[in-house]
C-alpha cells in the first residue's frame, strides 16, 4: 500500500491528522514508501467500530476483527503503509490497558495474511535490562550501535530518567523488536544524526540535516528472522 493511498482513504475522515514518515532497512535496503496517520478514538465516532472496519478494508485488510474486543478501551488509532504491508493500531493509557504494561495493539496485513502484534512497555525496568533486551534481539552490528547511541540519550531526555522502551512481539511467527521513544528528547533529525551516523555510513542513506523531530528507532528481526530497523521522523498535524 502507498503513502498517497493512506492518506487518501484516511482524509476521508475530515478531521486533523498527524502524519509522521519513517525509513525501515530490511535485507540491507532502505525503503521510503512508509507513513503513519493517527487519530483521536473520537474522530471515528458515531460508530467507531464500523468505522474503523471499513477504513481498514479500503486500505485492503481482509479482516480487522482482531482489533474489535478492544476498541472500547483504546484513546488513539493509527493507520500505517509499509511497502505491501498494512497496519492498524490501537494505543492505550495504562489505566486502560487490556493487558500489563501495553501500549500498543496492532494488525499487520499483507495480502489476506493478518497478524497480531503486541507492543509491551519496559519503560519501568532498570536501564540494564533495556540493553540486554537490545542485545537479545538486535544482530550485533551498525543497528545494535545505533540503538545503543540512542538508549542513553532517550533515559536523559525523559522524564522521570526512564527511557521509553517497548518489546515488540508478533503472534505466530518469529517476528520481535525493541522500539526505543526518542520524542520526548526534543531532538531535530539534524541534532540526531550523530546517533544513526552508523546507519547512514552502513546502509548508504543520505543524513537527515533537517529540523524535522526525532521520533524513535526501532530493530530487531522480521517474521522471517531477517534484521531490520526502522527510524521514524517529521511527526506533523496535516
Given at each position: 500500500?502507498?503513502?498517497?493511498?493512506?492518506?487518501?482513504?484516511?482524509?476521508?475522515?475530515?478531521?486533523?491528522?498527524?502524519?509522521?514518515?519513517?525509513?525501515?532497512?530490511?535485507?540491507?535496503?532502505?525503503?521510503?514508501?512508509?507513513?503513519?496517520?493517527?487519530?483521536?478514538?473520537?474522530?471515528?465516532?458515531?460508530?467507531?467500530?464500523?468505522?474503523?472496519?471499513?477504513?481498514?478494508?479500503?486500505?485492503?485488510?481482509?479482516?480487522?476483527?482482531?482489533?474489535?474486543?478492544?476498541?472500547?478501551?483504546?484513546?488513539?488509532?493509527?493507520?500505517?503503509?509499509?511497502?505491501?504491508?498494512?497496519?492498524?493500531?490501537?494505543?492505550?493509557?495504562?489505566?486502560?490497558?487490556?493487558l500489563p504494561d501495553l501500549v500498543f495493539m496492532a494488525i499487520k496485513w499483507r495480502g489476506k495474511d493478518?497478524?497480531?502484534?503486541?507492543?509491551?512497555?519496559?519503560?519501568?525496568?532498570?536501564?540494564?535490562?533495556?540493553?540486554?533486551?537490545?542485545?537479545?534481539?538486535?544482530?550485533?552490528?551498525?543497528?545494535?550501535?545505533?540503538?545503543?547511541?540512542?538508549?542513553?540519550?532517550?533515559?536523559?531526555?525523559?522524564?522521570?530518567?526512564?527511557?521509553?522502551?517497548?518489546?515488540?512481539?508478533?503472534?505466530?511467527?518469529?517476528?520481535?523488536?525493541?522500539?526505543?521513544?526518542?520524542?520526548?528528547?526534543?531532538?531535530?533529525?539534524?541534532?540526531?544524526?550523530?546517533?544513526?551516523?552508523?546507519?547512514?555510513?552502513?546502509?548508504?542513506?543520505?543524513?537527515?540535516?533537517?529540523?524535522?523531530?526525532?521520533?524513535?528507532?526501532?530493530?530487531?528481526?522480521?517474521?522471517?528472522?531477517?534484521?531490520?530497523?526502522?527510524?521514524?521522523?517529521?511527526?506533523?498535524?496535516?
Amino acid at each position: 500500500m502507498s503513502v498517497a493511498r493512506l492518506l487518501s482513504v484516511t482524509a476521508t475522515l475530515e478531521t486533523p491528522r498527524i502524519f509522521e514518515s519513517s525509513i525501515k532497512i530490511s535485507s540491507g535496503v532502505p525503503s521510503k514508501e512508509r507513513g503513519m496517520v493517527t487519530f483521536d478514538k473520537r474522530d471515528l465516532y458515531p460508530a467507531p467500530r464500523t468505522t474503523l472496519a471499513e477504513i481498514c478494508a479500503d486500505l485492503g485488510c481482509p479482516n480487522s476483527s482482531a482489533l474489535d474486543p478492544y476498541l472500547k478501551q483504546a484513546h488513539a488509532v493509527y493507520f500505517a503503509a509499509d511497502g505491501d504491508i498494512g497496519k492498524c493500531y490501537l494505543e492505550f493509557t495504562p489505566q486502560n490497558a487490556p493487558l500489563p504494561d501495553l501500549v500498543f495493539m496492532a494488525i499487520k496485513w499483507r495480502g489476506k495474511d493478518v497478524k497480531v502484534n503486541h507492543y509491551i512497555s519496559i519503560a519501568h525496568k532498570p536501564h540494564s535490562a533495556k540493553e540486554e533486551l537490545i542485545d537479545a534481539l538486535v544482530p550485533a552490528g551498525p543497528v545494535r550501535d545505533a540503538m545503543h547511541a540512542c538508549l542513553p540519550v532517550a533515559r536523559d531526555g525523559t522524564p522521570g530518567g526512564e527511557a521509553v522502551v517497548l518489546h515488540v512481539t508478533e503472534e505466530g511467527t518469529r517476528r520481535a523488536s525493541v522500539d526505543i521513544n526518542m520524542s520526548d528528547v526534543k531532538l531535530t533529525m539534524a541534532q540526531a544524526a550523530p546517533l544513526l551516523r552508523p546507519l547512514y555510513t552502513a546502509y548508504g542513506i543520505e543524513p537527515n540535516l533537517t529540523d524535522a523531530p526525532f521520533g524513535h528507532l526501532a530493530a530487531g528481526t522480521d517474521r522471517e528472522g531477517a534484521p531490520f530497523a526502522t527510524f521514524y521522523y517529521g511527526a506533523k498535524v496535516i
